[in-house]
């Protein structure tokens, strides 16, 4: 069975400060995706980020910054100078790849605060 | 500009009184999905379409129904709608490759309908 966990429910940053949030996952599949999300007090889903089994390699966009690390099934997300807009609740997902209707399963999110 | 569009954004209903959730979408994605998400808690999936061929959930109460008339629409139906019923509600679509990996694509969101039960 496929589970996301995310240890910490609610975190809290002074404006400038890195964090990092973890994510946990657990697939039987060797074939699996993993997403980043963004919720913002406004409610929408953002999509920040989408990775294969097959490609260990971190990422890098801007400020926000990705560590997949299949030997200990984690897939780690860092947001370095972080502003007051970054708060917002953060999904982590996984998806079952190539064997057909499986749904995107949610972490319970990661509530990210950051003070000015 | 919007690709996944929901409205109303805030719905209001009295208890036992049907509602219509509506999305619709302009990316001419093949499929759509409802998610039901409580406060503080992650999205839950209720259903999907891949075209017109419907998907439930097995732990989709039968309150909840969906249809798809077209490609950009999609719309939730809440029969009997109860005080748990009160939630927000996201629709998401995906590209969807041909009928194999269906969830691998990235799902894009809309902006959600919250739903007050009075």
């Known amino acids: 069975a496929q589970k996301v966990t995310q240890a910490q429910t609610e975190i809290s940053v002074v404006e400038k400060e890195d964090v990092t949030l973890d994510c946990v996952y657990e697939?039987?599949?060797?074939?699996?995706?993993l997403f980043w999300y963004k919720q913002p007090p406004s409610g929408e889903l953002v999509f920040l980020i989408r990775?294969?089994?097959?490609?260990?390699q971190n990422e890098i966009s801007g400020r926000y910054s990705w560590n997949f690390q299949k030997s200990t099934s984690s897939f780690n997300f860092t947001i370095t100078a972080s502003q007051v807009v970054d708060s917002a609740v953060y999904f982590c997902a996984l998806s079952e790849g190539l064997s057909g209707n499986t749904p995107l399963v949610f972490g319970k999110g990661t509530r990210l605060s950051v003070i000015a | 500009d919007a690709m996944v569009i929901q409205n109303p954004r805030y719905q209001v209903t009295q208890f036992g009184k049907p509602v219509t959730l509506s999305c619709s979408q302009t990316l001419n994605h093949n499929v759509m999905y409802w998610y039901q998400q409580k406060s503080s808690q992650a999205p839950k999936l209720l259903f999907h379409?891949?075209?017109?061929?419907?998907?439930n959930e097995a732990d989709t109460p039968d309150n909840f129904q969906s249809r798809r008339p077209n490609t950009s629409f999609c719309f939730l139906d809440i029969r009997s709608p109860g005080l748990g019923d009160a939630a927000m509600y996201l629709c998401?679509?995906?590209?969807?490759?041909?009928?194999?990996?269906?969830?691998?694509?990235?799902?894009?969101f809309g902006p959600g309908t919250r739903l007050t039960v009075l």
């Open positions: 998401a679509t995906s590209r969807g490759p041909p009928r194999t990996g269906l969830s691998t694509d990235t799902q894009y």
């Open positions: 379409y891949y075209d017109k061929d419907f998907n």
């Open positions: 990775r294969n089994s097959f490609d260990e």
């Open positions: 697939t039987r599949d060797t074939t699996y995706y």
